[in-house]
């Protein structure tokens, strides 16, 4: 899941452009330019480097694809943020003949964060709260499950040449990790603790006008299976790797800004679980474009190309016997619009699905039309 309110106008435009965007905050969806890293930073990117965003007095809001919403507000040394991210689990339940049931399980997320930020090192604590409900498949009583889901620690360093960040999660799962069963041992849950540990630098967004920018960084984790409301606590442990790279860069032909990159990444798990061993990986180019249209105006958008191999062993605990060897490639595309005047902005952007399979209703579920609406504000 993944990135600052920042002065970053002037990487819009140089010399010849003919203006700047009126309001100096930075662009509010990276997906319209592909996550470029050479692009002015996003207002998530004080979840990942919250000194980028020291001194600032901003807020913002977004929202986006399938109803997520986020916002947050910057006030010189401090920052607090919001996130409700929805999602849909599969809870699987056995009755008391053995017979298997799906039942979908409406969740939603919400995380709080909060910290302090200077133009030399920043810190941040974000806690996370799922709550859900599910419909008995026998009985058809309703039930609601609650928890505290979450628990991240992030934190970054920041000098001329590149930022160093780095963050600590520990996370509860989702529903779709648990499994009800109700037989001759007594009902009992799966249940997962998940850690992870990343660390990361980054040089961007690109230093002036143009030029080239860098992002990186490797996590390190494990997820515990084990049984809740039983005896044993014995467990399966199933270790993460990942790798992830990308290098963007700037320049301009007239007003036009263009955007090239490539995003490249290794994801490794190991364990005896099923997978016993998967490793993926893959590289997705891409490209985007800033175009200026006229006053207060801008026109955004790019593609990106992800080709991907997967090599997966689903024996658990045996010897290894490799059984799919995938190329998966696909593309996506974004395309939006950016309305910037005095000391605020607007930017609306229309989903992938939308440029793949045609026009859906505006109603917030994937594919629609609109993928994202949000706006930000200087409070300076």
């Known amino acids: 899941m993944p990135a600052a309110l920042t002065v970053a106008a002037l990487a819009y435009t140089n010399s010849s452009a003919a203006a700047a965007p009126e309001a100096p905050l930075a662009p509010i969806n990276t997906s319209l330019l592909q996550g470029n890293p050479a692009a002015p930073t996003s207002i998530d990117d004080v979840l990942l480097v919250p000194s980028a965003s020291a001194g600032q007095k901003g807020a913002a809001f977004e929202w986006a694809d399938g109803n997520h919403a986020q916002a947050y507000v910057l006030w010189n040394k401090f920052f607090a943020a919001a996130q409700y991210i929805p999602t849909t689990d599969s809870l699987v339940e056995y009755d008391t003949n053995g017979q298997k049931h799906a039942v979908s399980v409406p969740t939603a997320q919400t995380i709080a964060s909060f ?200 024996y658990p605990g045996k010897a290894s016997v490799f059984n799919d060897h995938g190329l998966i490639a696909n593309t996506t595309g974004n395309v939006g619009l950016r309305y910037a005047r005095d000391r605020w902005a607007a930017e609306a952007g229309v989903s992938n699905g939308f440029l793949n399979r045609g026009p859906n209703f505006v109603s917030g579920a994937s594919g629609d039309l609109l993928y994202s609406f949000g706006f930000t504000v200087n409070l300076k």
């Open 115 to 314: 910290g302090y930020m200077t133009p030399g090192f920043g810190l941040g604590l974000s806690l996370a709260y799922r709550d859900s409900s599910a419909e008995d498949v026998q009985t058809n009583q309703q039930s609601e499950y609650y928890k505290f889901s979450q628990v991240k620690l992030f934190a970054s360093v920041s000098n001329s040449a590149m930022d160093i960040y780095g963050s600590l999660v520990w996370a509860k799962p989702s529903l779709n990790d648990w499994e009800a069963i109700d037989g001759d041992n007594g009902q009992y849950y799966l249940r997962t603790d998940s850690v992870m540990l990343q660390l990361g630098a980054r040089h961007a967004p690109a230093t002036g006008a143009e030029g080239l920018a860098w992002n990186g960084n490797v996590s390190l984790g494990y997820d515990y299976y084990r049984r809740s409301g039983s005896d044993s606590n014995k467990g399966v442990y199933t270790w993460l790797v990942k790798a992830f790279g990308q290098v963007g860069y700037a320049f301009f032909v007239e007003d036009i800004n263009f955007l090239p990159g490539a995003d490249v990444y290794v994801n490794y798990l190991n364990g005896k679980a099923d997978p016993d061993y998967n490793l993926t990986v893959g590289v997705a180019p891409n490209v985007a474009v800033s175009v200026p249209l006229f006053e207060h105006w801008t026109l955004k958008g790019g593609a990106k190309f992800y080709a991907e191999q997967t090599l997966i062993d689903s």
